[in-house]
């Protein structure tokens, strides 16, 4: 993956220079880089319009490194040519025995005053996160998001403000144009995020990857946690991956609560045939036997899809449950499985599948309102007492 939004395609980044340095200056980096590189003159007169057009400067410094010394961006510029160099040198061998030894560690080499240059140092360190399983994505997703919830808009501004003093450029007195510069360029990075751990991942970690995320985050007392990173981190940028796997489990559950109730009525309607007179070739004890598999079969079918759309779904259900309220359909789908509980104790006296199946309900219902948490809670007492009675 190449981090296209990131700190290699900064304009100062690109051309060793530094924001602290006169326009004078840049313009002789931007010539340098012509007659040493041989750019065209199209790709030098952008460069120039991105160093010194104050809206596209403004971009520029948000997305390089603000407020940090000359001697702390070489030292990063090193880790991530020395990175580049060991990954692709790593052969399909090396990188199958670890392939977490592939990049040298990074803890010492950047650790900036600067939150944004922190934040774009790890993001420029994308490409060569050890990410090999859900639980090393998270913590790599962890420390940008973290990175993330610290960013001031005022902050950047004095930050940046700092450096245009110390070259002699004329400071950016808008706040609102550095809070919507910034919003763009968050938006960038979680995307570089989610798109790095799609491609190192394999489906099963990524949805596990899902999960850790939603489980951590929605913990945070941060309000700009749950309302601002979140939501875009896990639902858009990640939250879509295994929807339709979703729903298929979904579909299937309601699917075999159907049958069984079409066979309990196939039963019932079939003992008062009997019972009328028409005789069974079956002994009681068998057709009993027969029964209680069945009813086994399709409980085990109907909790082993309700568990996999819980997994698939758990992360969004928990944003909508720090939003305060439930999931329509997991709110659809819980009085579905409650009225098949019911229907399997009352009506057929199947407490075995009815015991297991509301037994799951707070687990697979995490999200439940407390009054619905408490009947559940009655309703599995007065099951435990009717089953030993």
């Known amino acids: 993956m190449k981090n296209k939004h990131g700190l290699k395609a900064n304009p100062f980044y690109f051309l060793h220079a530094m924001p602290r340095e006169s326009d004078q200056k840049l313009l002789e980096r931007v010539q340098e880089m012509k007659l040493l590189c041989g750019i065209s003159s199209e790709e030098a007169d952008v460069l120039k319009k991105a160093l010194l057009h104050p809206g596209s400067r403004l971009a520029a410094e948000i997305g390089f490194l603000p407020d940090t010394p000359e001697e702390e961006v070489e030292a990063l510029r090193a880790w991530l040519e020395e990175a580049e160099l060991r ?6 061998a090396d990188a199958a025995a670890d392939p977490d030894d592939s990049v040298p560690g ?12 922190a934040l774009n140092g790890a993001a420029a360190m994308l490409p060569y996160w050890p990410v090999s399983t859900a639980e090393r994505a ?28 110390a070259a002699g450029h004329q400071p950016e007195e808008s706040l609102p144009a550095v809070a919507s510069c910034l919003r763009d360029h968050r938006e960038a990075i979680l995307s570089d995020m989610a798109e790095r751990c799609m ?3 394999a489906p099963c970690a990524f949805r596990r990857l899902r999960t850790i995320l ?6 945070e007392d941060s309000r700009y946690f749950r309302s601002q990173i979140l939501d875009e981190l896990v639902c858009r940028h990640l939250g879509h991956a295994g929807a339709a796997e979703a729903d298929y489990h979904r579909t299937e559950a309601v699917r075999v609560m159907q049958t069984y109730r079409a066979a309990e009525a196939g039963r019932m309607s079939g003992g008062s045939q009997q019972g009328s007179g028409k005789t069974s070739a079956v002994s009681p004890a068998g057709a009993f036997r027969k029964e209680a598999q069945r ?29 305060g309220y439930m999931d329509q359909a997991a709110e659809q789908l819980m009085k579905q499985v409650n009225d098949c509980s019911v229907f399997m104790v009352n009506t057929c006296g199947d407490y075995k599948s009815g015991r297991a199946v509301l037994g799951s309900m707070e687990e697979l219902f995490f999200d439940m309102p407390q009054d619905v948490r408490m009947i559940v809670r009655e309703n599995k007492k007065k099951l435990h007492v009717a089953d030993h009675t």
Not at 87 to 92: D, E, H, I, M, S
Not at 140 to 162: F, K, P, Y
């Open 106 to 117: 990074a803890a010492d080499c950047f650790a900036p005053s600067s939150s944004l240059a």
């Open 199 to 201: 491609e190192a991942l």
């Open 138 to 165: 998270c913590t790599a997703c962890r420390s940008i998001v973290s990175l993330l919830g610290q960013i001031r808009a005022e902050t950047v501004q004095e930050e940046i403000n700092r450096d245009r003093a």
């Open 87 to 92: 990954c692709a040198a790593c052969t399909r």
């Open 214 to 219: 939603a489980e951590q985050y929605c913990k």
């Open 295 to 323: 009813r086994e079969r399709q409980c085990a079918k109907l909790l082993e899809h309700l568990q996999m759309w819980n997994t698939l779904t758990k992360p969004e259900r928990m944003i909508t449950r720090c939003k």
